[in-house]
């Protein structure tokens, strides 16, 4: 059973930085596909960002690209999300997913990913 724990949430201001982090306690897949989603209320929840396990490629939204980086450290069954130059718009509760198929070149839907973390708070303030 693959159990997806996120940390590192918190509150920053403005063009302050976080860094969360997703481990798999539990099963662990040879590869898989690791999604950070984000969901602020009354929206839809949102993938942030995904990387392949198996070779690292990796994806970013456009409302993120070049202020989010997305990382894994297989030896800790660990991917992180480094997020710079935060804005009051990222302010959402953050997840971890796992898809066991391979990472696909474009966004991916919440549907498409079958484990999920509990999720993690991020308030940024203006």
């Known amino acids: 059973q693959v159990k997806l724990v996120e940390s590192g949430g918190g509150s920053v201001q403005g063009g302050g930085s976080l860094t969360l982090s997703c481990t798999d306690s539990?099963?662990?897949?040879?590869?898989?596909?690791m999604g950070w989603f984000r969901q602020a209320p009354g929206k839809q929840r949102e993938e942030v960002a995904h990387?392949?396990?198996?070779?690292?490629?990796?994806y970013y939204a456009d409302s993120v690209k070049g202020r989010f980086t997305i990382s894994q450290d297989n030896a800790k069954n660990t991917v992180y999300l480094q997020m710079n130059s935060l804005k009051p718009e990222d302010t959402a509760m953050y997840y971890c997913?796992?898809?066991?198929?391979?990472?696909?070149?474009?966004?991916?839907?919440?549907?498409?990913?079958?484990?999920w973390g509990q999720g993690t708070q991020v308030t940024v303030s203006s």
């Open positions: 539990g099963y662990t897949y040879s590869t898989s596909c």
């Open positions: 997913a796992l898809d066991a198929r391979a990472c696909l070149l474009r966004g991916k839907l919440a549907a498409e990913f079958a484990y």
């Open positions: 990387i392949y396990t198996g070779g690292g490629g990796t």
